[in-house]
C-alpha cells in the first residue's frame, strides 16, 4: 500500500490488518508527482516483494484556482492522469512477473466526453474543469494500456465513480 503521508498510512495500514486480510499487506511511502519518489518506491517493492500483483491507481486532487487557473489545471492533470501512467511505467516490471498482473485506475464519470457533452446530462453544466479533464485523460491512458500491456497478460480496470466521500484535496 502507498501513502504520500507515511503517518496516516500506518493509520491505515493498522485498521486494514485489524481485519486480518488474506495475503499481506505492507507500506511504501509515495509521491506520485516526484519521478525520485516513484523510483524509491519501485525499489522498495523489489526489494521487499520482487512482484507486484494489483496496482490501484487511486490518487487524485481536485484543486481549486487559488493558485492560479494554469497552474491548477497543470497540476490536477499531472497528478490525476501523467503520474498515474509514470507510475504504471516505472512498475511493469515488477507487475510483468506475475502470473495475472492487474491494474485499477479509479476514475470518474466526470471525466465522460459524452456525458459533458450532452445539455441533458446531470454533468453538463458542472464545474471542475480541470479534475474533469484530467479524469478523461486518465481514461485514454487506460484505453493505451489497454493496447501496449496486453502481449504480457496485463488486465486494467476502469473503476468509475460519480460521486463518493473522500479526502480529495491537495493535501493528499
Partial sequence: MACHSLTKGQQALAELQARTPAGTLSLVELDITNDTSIMSAVESITRNHGVLEILNNNAGIALTTSQGYRASILETINTNAVSALVLTEALLP????????RIINV????????????????????????YRMSKAALNMATACMHANYRSFGARRWIVLTWVCKAPLSAER
Fill in 94 to 101: 515488477l507487475l510483468k512477473r506475475s502470473a495475472h498482473p
Fill in 107 to 130: 476514475t470518474s464519470g466526470l471525466g465522460s466526453i459524452a456525458d459533458g457533452s450532452d445539455p441533458a446530462s446531470d454533468a453538463y453544466n458542472l464545474p471542475f474543469e480541470a
